[in-house]
């Protein structure tokens, strides 16, 4: 069966540090995989989608970025934390043949002081 | 552009209950449609879908969905609902574009009494 993991599970930051978050997904080959954040009481906004290694489409002009080093690894990226990029940050895989089904992870708790 | 609402920011009902939580969507073919709940700290998980066929669809944890295609909405129910259904619930479409972008609402809140 497949399975998503991110890590860290919470993570607290200052303001200006740098960030890496890291998503992967066992059990499946060349997934689709998307970045999201969900902030306090909102919904999720998607962050960044990727159909391959090396493919990134970021979805709103921001402070993060994002890369897909390998198959089924994706990470989520600052140089510069700002506050704002407080939030819960969700990794998500869709199997390649599979129609808008996304399946999350157990996400991560940033907060950036 | 797909859009998804969902009503309902909170809603608080006894434990067991009957449940609707509402969603309308606006997409202009046949829409795929998909219910998540999310518990407090934790991902989204997959409640129910619908494709196409019977507009009635059964999820986990004893949920079912009802798509009317003349009213746009695809609201989820719940005949008895238990203290554990206390979440966040999102109701998402399936939008155009690359990649099979999912569009979500902002959510509704489930708060159960005792």
């Known amino acids: 069966s497949q399975t998503i993991h991110q890590w860290p599970a919470t993570l607290v930051q200052p303001v200006g540090s740098p960030l890496s978050l890291e998503c992967t997904v066992e059990g499946t080959s060349n997934p689709n995989l998307y970045w999201y954040r969900q902030a306090a009481g909102r919904g999720l906004q998607l962050l960044f989608y990727s159909v391959g290694i090396g493919q990134i489409s970021s979805e709103v002009p921001q402070n993060l970025s994002a890369s897909r080093p390998q198959d089924r690894q994706f990470i989520l990226s600052s140089k510069k934390l700002l506050l704002s990029d407080s939030g819960f940050y969700l990794c998500?895989?869709?199997?390649?043949?599979?129609?808008?089904?996304?399946?999350f992870g157990p996400g991560t708790r940033l907060t950036v002081t | 552009a797909q859009s998804v609402t969902q009503p309902d920011i909170h809603i608080t009902v006894s434990e067991g209950a009957s449940l609707e939580l509402r969603c309308n969507y606006s997409y202009g073919a046949t829409p795929y449609l998909f219910w998540y709940v999310q518990s407090p700290g934790q991902g989204l998980q997959l409640l129910l879908k619908y494709f196409s066929g019977d507009t009635l669809v059964q999820g986990i944890k004893g949920f079912e969905a009802e798509f009317k295609r003349s009213q746009s909405s695809f609201n989820l129910r719940k005949p008895s609902v238990h203290w554990s259904d206390a979440a966040e619930y999102f109701c998402?479409?399936?939008?155009?574009?690359?990649?099979?972008?999912?569009?979500f609402g902002q959510g509704t809140r489930l708060t159960i009494n005792p």
């Open positions: 998500a895989w869709r199997r390649g043949q599979a129609l808008y089904e996304q399946y």
């Open positions: 998402a479409v399936g939008g155009i574009g690359g990649a099979q972008k999912l569009v």
